[in-house]
């Protein structure tokens, strides 16, 4: 398996070279995937990445998926209901995560949160977006569809932190418990 330090320099090469357009809408996006067991490791160098992507002029800016989450689900309007619900039933799993995962996709809430972070980063050169804290989207969703409903709004170049294992070129298990799924558009690096 590689390092993540390993991952990471291929990164800042791929971040210094630019993206290579190879067909007309293609987004600055890149995922550093990594094995579900290095999440803490990951989270404990996002300080150091900051540094020596700071070294080769870049600023790094992060958006927690963690934050967004827990923004999204703990102001919504049937958050009392919700709790209501789960102590009536707190075995009934499935059908609390539909309901969560309808509150954050229903009305675009998640994605939106995540293109008004981009629109913010707009015309700031030299500056990258982490995505991170994935693992906050199980069982809700998974980052592709994002990605996928924000193809062409990207406004900086975007490195999304995949806790998962990759499955051919293009295939990415998610959390390396979900299927392989190959609708993922950008490079892959690690893994």
Not at 54 to 83: C, K, N, Q
Not at 98 to 106: C, I, K, P, V, Y
Not at 137 to 142: A, E, I
Request: glycine share 6%; hydrophobic share 45%.
């Amino acid at each position: 398996m590689e390092s993540l330090q390993t991952a990471f320099e291929e990164l800042k090469h791929r971040l210094k070279a630019g993206r290579s357009f190879s067909t007309p809408g293609d987004d600055p996006v890149w995922y550093l995937v990594f094995d579900p067991a290095l999440m803490l490791a990951v989270k404990g160098r996002m300080k150091a990445w900051a540094a020596q992507l700071a070294l080769d002029g870049w600023t790094l800016e992060t958006f927690s998926m963690a934050d967004a989450v827990h923004e999204i689900l703990t102001t919504h309007d049937m958050r009392d209901v919700w709790l209501e619900s789960e102590a009536e039933s707190p075995h009934a799993f499935h059908e609390i995560n539909a309901t969560l995962a309808d509150a954050l996709t229903a009305e675009k809430a998640l994605l939106n949160s995540l293109e008004a972070r981009l629109a913010a980063l707009a015309g700031r050169p030299m500056t990258v977006l982490f995505v991170t804290d994935l693992e906050a989207l199980h069982p809700y969703l998974r980052v592709g569809t994002l990605e996928h409903q924000l193809q062409g709004r990207f406004t900086v170049p975007t490195v999304i932190l995949y806790p998962g294992c990759r499955a051919g070129k293009h295939a990415l298990r998610f959390l390396g418990i979900y299927p392989e799924d190959g609708n993922y558009r950008s490079t892959h690096i690690g893994g």
